[in-house]
């Protein structure tokens, strides 16, 4: 397996949504296999000693599924476990995106702003869209912020 920079990993998320996504759109890419986590980091400053428990997903179930499940396993906490994201799912639930994305796209740049030190993101192998919340919203602003990230990749082998 192998560890992608930001730039890499969008890079290669856009060769794969251009190809299709399909099952093998990149075989020469990282194998992740039974769905295993592949993790690496880009930092824009020093090394952190205070982990920040914020944790970012995007691609879909699995993505958030395991974004999730490791806040739960170690004290992290996703936008949708705060009130404003418990809000903002009530909010939103049975709007088209069109109408719900302006929500998410504050809330989420709410949560990102409030970011400190080090994020964990969790991106699905399979389907990370360029146009997502995260790309276009919550990424820039850690950029933009100096927040160390650190990257997982999961889902089933690509």
Do not use: C
């Not at 299709?20 to 993790?39: K, Q, S």
């Not at 009130?83 to 990102?112: C, H, I, N, V, Y």
């Not at 192998?125 to 919550?138: G, I, P």
Request: no cysteine.
């Amino acid at each position: 397996s192998r560890a992608f920079s930001t730039g890499q990993f969008l890079a290669l998320a856009g060769a794969i949504i251009a190809a299709g996504a399909g099952a093998g759109a990149a075989a020469d890419a990282a194998t992740l296999e039974g769905g295993a986590v592949e993790t690496t980091a880009e930092s824009a400053g020093a090394a952190e000693t205070v982990p920040e428990t914020r944790v970012f997903w995007s691609g879909g179930r699995t993505a958030q599924s395991a974004a999730e499940k490791w806040a739960a396993e170690n004290g992290g906490t996703t936008l949708e476990m705060t009130s404003a994201g418990r809000a903002t799912e009530q909010a939103t639930a049975g709007l088209p995106w069109s109408e719900a994305k302006p929500m998410w796209d504050q809330a989420s740049a709410d949560f990102a702003n409030g970011a400190r030190g080090s994020v964990h993101v969790f991106h699905n192998a399979a389907s990370v869209s360029l146009s997502s919340v995260w790309r276009t919203v919550e990424y820039p602003i850690l950029r933009d912020n100096g927040i160390n990230m650190f990257f997982h990749t999961v889902g089933e082998g690509w």
